[in-house]
């Protein structure tokens, strides 16, 4: 069976396109036909993604829509004969943007309303996370499920040192790491609030790391800047590398000593799966996908009490046996995120509209699902898989 995907764009280090890539992989070792699509391409990228120009693009007996931002292939897709399958990767609600860039602000705007044109056009739409999916409910689509981000994590695991960066890393002070473009949801300017109070109840010997795009959203940027200054705290505490390499950003990891995460809006939240599988312990604020992805893994807070969370992430840090009992759960959820409960959803999720698809070779048999996560509770339980028809 042909079974292709359609990303808007495909940039290397995208979590969505990397995603739908490891995707295409396992079908195609399923004894499927598939291909990935896409509107812009990265020159690197060019012999893995095909453009959408391409006819082939639209022959597809079942057609995986990646679904994060208005574009033209959202009219194409409703328009498609074959099995229509959405993927919807989340959208930052617009208020986040509207203090800072007003095109963003109505990029966001259009495109929650341009998913909900796809009401009634779709066989099943599905989210990465049960956040996600329950949105996709309440907009009115009717048969619904959740088909996780596929992240590759041996790109951080396996990947090799780095020693000059290392030299840096390793001069004595706490690195406390933060991974994603620099974006007004993620609230980087309480990271600062947060070093404040680490400071001051913890610990002077400390270093914040965003290791992101600071251009996603440069007028946010200019203000996280601004509050540094007006802050008076040392510019060389707080690092913004930008984008980096995979092996830049596995010595990032390997260096961190905890992973916090403050961001007020999340739909999946991949930087928390490459903490747990380098083994950083994180403290994350219980905002959107978040504890769903933690799935009690990490430690949550809510409210948003820095003092707290400086004393918190103190412990993470100094305390080992709690720092070992941490990173021990995290390393139980990480067995959620394998390539074997991937493989089990997306056959499950491909049944439901129809598409069998034959059991691979047992020499490429996984032991088939994942262990359930801290709990004892299955993805089903959860409410995490499966297919929900609407009432």
Request: charged content about 25%; glycine content about 8%; proline content about 7%.
């Amino acid at each position: 069976m042909v079974i292709h995907q359609w990303v808007p764009a495909a940039h290397r280090g995208d979590a969505i396109g990397d995603s739908a890539r490891a995707v295409r992989d396992l079908l195609r070792r399923r004894g499927h036909t598939s291909d990935l699509f896409a509107l812009t391409i990265d020159e690197a990228l060019r012999d893995q993604v095909r453009p959408f120009a391409d006819p082939a693009a639209r022959a597809g007996d079942v057609t995986i829509f990646h679904f994060a931002l208005p574009s033209p292939m959202t009219q194409a897709f409703a328009g498609l004969r074959g099995v229509r399958v959405l993927q919807y990767h989340n959208i930052t609600p617009a208020h986040f943007f509207a203090p800072y860039d007003a095109q963003l602000f109505r990029l966001a705007a259009l495109g929650r309303r341009e998913l909900a044109t796809l009401v009634g056009q779709v066989d099943l739409a599905l989210g990465d996370s049960e956040f996600n999916r329950r949105e996709l409910e309440a907009l009115g689509f009717r048969q619904t499920g959740v088909l996780p981000i596929a992240v590759d994590t041996a790109r951080l695991t396996a990947a090799p040192p780095r020693p000059a960066l290392e030299a840096i890393l390793a001069d004595g002070l706490v690195n406390i790491l933060f991974v994603g473009r620099l974006a007004p949801n993620k609230r980087i300017e309480d990271h600062l609030r947060l070093a404040e109070h680490y400071k001051r109840y913890v610990d002077a010997y400390y270093r914040f790391i965003f290791v992101g795009r600071t251009d996603a959203v440069p007028g946010y940027y200019r203000t996280i800047r601004a509050l540094l200054a007006e802050y008076s705290m040392r510019p060389d505490r707080f690092v913004f590398t930008g984008p980096v390499p995979d092996e830049e950003l596995a010595t990032y990891y390997r260096w961190a000593h905890a992973y916090v995460s403050l961001s007020e809006h999340e739909g999946f939240c991949v930087p928390l799966v490459e903490a747990m599988a380098t083994d950083v312990p994180i403290v994350a604020y219980a905002a959107g996908a978040v504890p769903e992805t933690l799935g009690g893994a990490g430690l949550l807070f809510w409210p948003k009490d820095l003092e707290y969370v400086a004393e918190l992430l103190g412990l993470v840090i100094y305390d080992e046996p709690l720092r070992q009992q941490v990173i021990a759960g995290q390393r139980r959820r990480l067995a959620d995120f394998g390539p074997g409960r991937i493989e089990a959803e997306l056959d499950r999720l491909l049944a439901a509209v129809g598409v069998t698809t034959p059991s691979p070779p047992a020499e490429e048999r996984g032991s088939g699902r994942a262990p359930a996560p801290p709990g004892g509770e299955s993805s089903e339980e959860r409410g995490q898989a499966g297919v929900r028809r609407g009432g």
